[in-house]
């Protein structure tokens, strides 16, 4: 767990622009999602967006479902993605307020 700590303290930058990118990408698949629906053309499947929200697209996936009020009466979102971005929140402020040397 230390050399994942360390890997991603020492490559912050490049974590941080992924981090922001996978968010930004998640919210656009959840608007994608909801005008697709809308239109009641095909749609994405929840595990995609389920998966983009835990691979570091929570907030962008939890702002999508406030904004577009997509998604908000399935409990596997409304619980799922909170706690998908608890988690990551939780993770990024422990590596980097242990950095390379703590963890």
Do not use: C
């Amino acid at each position: 767990m230390s050399t994942l700590f360390h890997f991603v303290y020492s490559h912050s930058i490049a974590f941080l622009v992924l981090f922001v990118l996978m968010n930004l990408v998640t919210f656009l698949l959840f608007r994608k999602d909801k005008k697709k629906a809308e239109k009641k053309a095909f749609r994405i499947p929840e595990k995609d967006l389920l998966w983009f929200s835990f691979l570091f697209g929570a907030l962008g996936g939890m702002l999508g479902m406030v904004l577009f009020h997509h998604k908000t009466r399935k409990p596997k979102f409304y619980i799922l993605v909170p706690l998908f971005a608890i988690l990551q929140l939780v993770l990024i402020i422990l590596v980097f307020r242990l950095g390379p040397t703590n963890a």
